[in-house]
């Protein structure tokens, strides 16, 4: 083998390479950027748990304000209720 042909054929092998190694950076930044792409979606996904945490929390303490007040409620329409028989005289019980 002439030095030529040896110069061509280590030339074709660096060639073949540094393809290789072009193809295999490609394929790592694209697992890169497709790893950050899902950070950032996870991060996305948190902030959107936190909020709904919080709107879930104060949707609870508002239901249980409703409850509050409307046991306060039928506590005083059964005393109302009682007041009224009791003025007009009648102390069977109240029909619903």
């Known amino acids: 083998m002439t030095s030529s042909n040896r ?3 280590a030339l074709q092998r660096l060639s073949a390479a540094l393809d290789e ?15 950050a792409d899902l950070e950032e979606e996870l991060a996305v996904m948190q ?5 709904l945490a ?3 929390d104060a949707a609870l303490a ?3 304000a409703l ?3 409307r046991d306060e ?8 209720s009682d007041g009224i028989r009791a ?8 029909e619903d």
């Open 21 to 35: 190694l072009e193809t295999t950076v490609a394929r790592r930044l694209e697992a890169e950027l497709s790893h």
């Open 54 to 56: 919080l709107e879930l």
């Open 67 to 69: 409850e509050k007040a």
């Open 62 to 64: 508002h239901e249980s």
């Open 47 to 51: 902030d959107d748990r936190s909020r």
């Open 73 to 80: 409620v039928l506590t005083r329409l059964d005393r109302t």
């Open 87 to 94: 003025v007009l005289g009648d102390d069977g019980p109240a």
């Open 7 to 9: 110069l061509d054929d």
